[in-house]
């Protein structure tokens, strides 16, 4: 008689935790289906009827059930090593955030890249010390801290290139072969993918071959490739082709960072960038995208300047800034529509909202035009980034039909590209995932819910390797969100961005409920999650 296979649990068995009355939504994009949820320890065991006692039950009727939700694409790096425990993502459903985005990992780093970067981290970092550590020491760091929820990190091409080669445009002698063996060390430690960030430098130096010489190092290790594009607005095509071309090359998954079309001459051009990611993935490609839904961006406000501004460093940057005759050639790369250099030609100074600023606290949550007057906004802006070149913006580029083009699409995800929560952030840091529920599943019923919860789920789980996360069934990590379909939402603004969105009552962490009752319990639950 052949053995069968082992059962998880026995009808007299004593769970820790179940999940009584709910619709459960697997995170695969299966429909909603009335079940309760069983876990014991970190693992949930069985889902459906009579699973019998638990040493707690939550009566979650009317409620529903679903995976833990991940997100994609989060600036989160620093936040488990601020003082108190940070339970903003919990509030959202959120129990795995994929951080080093856009090329800029907090590791590995050393004393001089930190000089040469100048404010670039300290703006991302909110109030966190940037120090000097490799890879391994970073997740050892944030280990030891205590996430409030997990943290899986990527490392990233500007860190790497910074570390390698400064500010400078052309790499040095052996440059490009340090940054293989830096990589290499992150992937050994645990990065569980590299991220580029092609319009900020250094990484914007970099070029097409650089990038797949570091991608194959990614392949070694089966790490995905994931980039903020070398152009998201007038030479999006381009940018696409070049990411393609990248995976293609390196053998890589690819994950298109914030898909969206930018600049109002380019508005309606979503569906350029879909085709092209279909069109990769008949040719052989495993692509996929993020999204976040909201028409304005979030970034550095030095973003609008073309990248030669940043050659040479912070104090390099200040110098022409300063200067009449260099400040007049940078605005002239930045006016010129045919080269892409910057945001300032595709967007107007009322696009463009100050957010951080560390010396001069009075320009935060007012525009360049409103700070510029019945000046000069260029000049306006100048003077801003001198006194604080790391400053932050949230900047408006595109198209609601767009977003909601975009969004419908099935190879989109969700990541909400958040950035520490802390003073006037973009609302996306505090809502982004109810947002999505609320305002595109319930009010415009863009999206079913059972869909949604794949794109915020196993969607994000497969393209980074988290095995066992992202659906409900026996055996996979009993990371869970109990919402309430009804009442999820974010009504956080641009001027008020820190207001608390709704609907989430339960958040279960590796099996510990975070989240009880729409209150956060205290605990810091959170793991390293490692490549």
């Known amino acids: 008689m052949r053995a069968g296979r082992p059962t998880l649990w026995r009808n007299d068995t004593m769970h ?10 697997d995170g695969l994009g299966g429909p909603g289906a009335a079940a309760d949820v069983a876990v014991t320890g970190d693992r949930v065991v069985a889902v459906g009827a009579d699973l019998g006692p638990a040493r707690r039950e939550i009566d979650v009727t009317g409620l529903a059930v679903a995976p833990g939700f991940i997100d994609a694409h989060s600036h989160s790096d620093p936040v488990p090593l601020l003082p108190e425990p940070q339970p903003f993502k919990l509030f959202q459903g959120v129990t795995t955030e994929i951080v080093g985005n856009c090329g800029f990992s907090f590791a590995p780093l050393d004393a001089a890249t930190i000089e040469a970067t100048g404010p670039l981290f300290a703006e991302l970092a909110g109030g966190v010390p940037v120090v000097p550590r490799d890879f391994a020491g970073y997740l050892a760091d944030i280990a ?4 409030t929820n997990h943290i899986a990190a990527l490392v990233g091409h500007n860190t790497l290139r910074a570390y ?18 830096l990589a290499d060390d992150a992937f050994a430690a645990g990065a569980v993918g590299l991220s580029s960030g092609l319009i900020y430098p250094p990484g914007s130096y970099g070029d097409t071959d650089e990038l797949i010489a570091l991608a194959r190092v990614a392949h070694r290790w089966n790490r995905p490739y994931t980039t903020h594009m070398r152009n998201e607005d007038d030479r999006l095509g381009e940018a696409l082709d070049e990411a393609i071309a990248i995976a293609t090359q390196a053998r890589v998954r690819l994950q298109v960072s914030h898909c969206k079309v930018a600049g109002q001459a380019n508005h309606g051009n979503a569906k350029l960038l ?13 692509v996929r995208g993020d999204q976040y839904p909201y028409r304005a961006g979030g970034t550095f406000l030095n973003a609008l300047l073309p990248g030669a501004a940043q050659v040479g460093g912070t104090q ?52 360049l035009a409103e700070l ?30 767009d977003v909601e083009t975009i969004m419908v ?75 309430d379909p009804a009442t999820i939402g ?19 962490l590796a099996g510990h409920v975070v989240v009880d009752v729409g209150r956060f319990t205290g605990e810091r639950r959170g793991h390293v999650l490692r490549g």
């Open 144 to 147: 030891a801290a205590g996430p």
């Open 274 to 286: 879909l085709a092209k990611l279909h069109e990769a993935r008949l040719a052989g490609v495993d």
């Open 16 to 25: 820790d935790l179940v999940l009584r009355g709910g619709t459960v939504y």
């Open 164 to 181: 390698a080669n400064g500010m400078d445009e052309r790499l040095r002698p052996g440059a490009l072969e340090q940054m293989c063996r």
């Open 409 to 483: 699409d099935p190879l989109i995800g969700i990541g909400s590209d958040n950035g520490p929560p802390v003073g006037l952030q973009h609302p996306r840091t505090w809502g982004c995932f109810p947002r999505v529920l609320g305002e595109y599943v319930r009010e415009r019923g863009l999206l079913t819910l059972p869909e949604a919860v794949r794109k915020m789920t196993s969607a994000i789980a497969d393209q980074f390797g988290l095995t066992g996360r992202g659906h409900i069934g026996a055996g996979a990590v009993a990371d869970l969100v109990v919402f």
């Open 372 to 401: 510029a007057g019945a000046g000069d906004a260029f000049d306006t802006l100048c003077e801003v980034l001198v006194a604080d070149p790391g400053a932050g913006m949230v900047v408006t580029l595109m198209a609601e039909e």
């Open 490 to 508: 974010h009504d956080g603004t641009y001027a008020v961005p820190d207001v608390r969105p709704t609907g989430v009552e339960h958040v279960v």
């Open 316 to 367: 390099a940057m200040r110098a022409r800034l300063a200067d009449p005759a260099a400040r007049a050639e940078l605005r002239a790369l930045a006016e010129d529509l045919t080269q892409p250099h910057g945001f300032w030609a595709r967007v107007t100074p009322a696009d463009v909202l100050v957010t951080t600023h560390t010396t001069r606290p009075e320009v935060t949550g007012r525009t």
